[in-house]
């Protein structure tokens, strides 16, 4: 009975390698085996496996003309070379630092009016021609430089394509950015905004709260990221100093303000707008010393 039970459990494994095999058959080898992302087989709603490699896609020798490189500027991905592969890559772009391009170093946009618990794209139609959703084949490769791979998925989008989502947001690209670091889609209609390595809005774009041109009258600063505490309030109008100066990793606030790295708004300085959960995003993160207010 014992060898009996043995010789059962050895034909399941066999059986097991086979299927695997099986589901892994295109032919491609180049790079490492490949892996099944659990958040992007939830988001996308399918069991599809793709390589998530470290690098980029010329260290990983990707063939010419595939991928991002098969994709002429502004135009969509609707060829099956250039959907075999994308990058994403954290860089600089403009003003934008950081903010993710992809392999042929154009940048890469999310959309308010999507959603990212779910993920969900809502932007179909004329809407994606102007926006390219980025988008990659059942067993495609995504290469991560400077993204990490659990802030990485896929989800399905109506036209059956598989979407890249960054922190849940489906990503784009924009029509009117005709070379590598351009930022043309920055802002737009007050809802597209550059996409940082974590899915967090470029530039410190807002996240929800008043519309970016309305000044601020109050502001929350917090010692951790994503509004943590301990934290700090200041309201009023004009220069305000910091009790707790250079502690600050995140701050919400219900429309613009500039923040400034020395007392009595002088310094470095920027305009922020709405809540911004990461500052190191901005290049502020212990930063913050007074802002200034109204």
Known sequence: MFNKRLGMIAAAVTAGGLLLTACNGDGDTTGAPAVSS????????TAQDLDFLSGTAQQH??????GDWANGPGGPATQPAA????QLSAARAGNLNPVVVNGAGFTLYRFDKDTANPSKSTCNGECATTWPPVVVAPGGKIFL????????GIVKRDDGNLQVTIGGWPVY?????????????QGVGGTWFGV????????????????AGEPATSVVLSEEKNFGD?????AGTGCQNVARDDLASSLQAEGSLKIWTEKNCKGTSKVVSGNVADLSTIGFDDEISSVFLG
Do not use: C
């Not at 659990?38 to 709603?45: I, K, P, V």
């Not at 020798?61 to 595939?66: G, I, L, M």
């Not at 430089?145 to 990485?152: F, L, N, P, T, W």
């Not at 940082?196 to 519309?211: E, F, H, I, L, V």
């Open 61 to 66: 020798k990707a063939p010419a003309k595939t």
């Open 196 to 211: 940082t390595p974590n899915g967090q809005k470029a530039g410190g774009g807002q996240d929800g709260g008043s519309p």
């Open 173 to 185: 690209r924009f029509s009117k950015d005709l070379k590598p670091g351009d930022t043309k889609g």
């Open 145 to 152: 430089d400077g993204a990490k791979k659990s802030d990485v």
């Open 38 to 45: 659990s958040a992007a087989g939830e988001r996308a709603g």
């Open 230 to 234: 301990p934290s700090e309030g200041l």
């Open 83 to 86: 959907k075999k592969w994308i």
